[in-house]
Antibody, heavy 121, light 112 residues
Framework: EVQLVQSGGGLVQPGGSLKLSCAAS????????IHWVRQASGKGLEWVGR??????????AYAASVEGRFTISRDDSINTAYLQMNSLKTDDTAVYYC????????????WGQGTLVTVSS | DVVMTQSPLSLPVTLGQPASISCRSS???????????LNWFQQRPGQSPRRLIY???NRDSGVPDRFSGSGSGTAFTLKISRVEAEDVGVYYC?????????FGQGTKVEIK
């Protein structure tokens, strides 16, 4: 069974940092791309960024709204992806989801349970 | 970026009646490989989104056959043949033909 289990959310002050984790099981994690998407309360879904596999040089890409502040990484030895968030703003308050992308057809077919990040003083 | 526009944004439906959601893209979603990468997702209250449909019209495993997707080019539709109480939630279209992937604004389906 494919699972993505997230952890690491919480309350942080503006300008602070937080690191989210996404632990995968049930599929070949090392060969998959992992995306992060966020959703502010009562709002729609916003793509945040992605990290590709080792075969694709662990290439990362980010939305303009987080470029230079957020960093996505992965540790294939423990099947876990990370979202490091720095210089956080109140607008970053949202539920963050990690999502599997294993091929053009298996794009966004499995989602983590989501983790809430609240940026507030 | 490709802009995805859904309508309506709110859809009150009577149980047992059909429902239809439109999704239009600002440019054609036909990929150079011939496929059209348009997906539909359901987000029930308090849950993560769940993929229902991929490449316009293919249902994911476990998705009831009352859900169907259709369309081509820039115009797509998600139909529910007979709405059930468990279908309440927000529905999103997503394109990943063009980079970056982009979502529609969401359509909230509720029971009248």
């Amino acid at each position: 069974e494919v699972q993505l289990v997230q952890s690491g959310g919480g309350l942080v002050q503006p300008g602070g940092s937080l690191k989210l984790s996404c632990a995968a099981s049930g599929f070949t994690f090392s060969g998959s791309t992992i995306h992060w998407v966020r959703q502010a309360s009562g709002k729609g879904l916003e793509w945040v960024g992605r990290i590709r596999s080792k075969a694709n040089n662990y290439a990362t890409a980010y939305a303009a709204s987080v470029e230079g502040r957020f960093t996505i990484s992965r540790d294939d030895s423990i099947n876990t992806a990370y979202l490091q968030m720095n210089s956080l703003k109140t607008d970053d308050t949202a539920v963050y989801y990690c999502i599997r992308d294993s091929s053009w057809l298996m794009f966004f077919d499995y989602w983590g349970q989501g983790t809430l990040v609240t940026v507030s003083s | 970026d490709v802009v995805m526009t859904q309508s309506p944004l709110s859809l009150p439906v009577t149980l047992g009646q059909p429902a239809s959601i439109s999704c239009r893209s600002s440019q054609s979603l036909v990929h150079s490989d011939g496929n059209t990468y348009l997906n539909w997702f359901q987000q029930r209250p308090g849950q993560s989104p769940r993929r229902l449909i991929y490449t316009v019209s293919n249902r994911d495993s476990g998705v009831p056959d009352r859900f169907s997707g259709s369309g081509s080019g820039t115009a797509f539709t998600l139909k529910i043949s007979r709405v059930e109480a468990e279908d309440v939630g927000v529905y999103y279209c997503l394109q990943h033909t063009h980079w970056p992937p982009t979502f529609g604004q969401g359509t909230k389906v509720e029971i009248k």
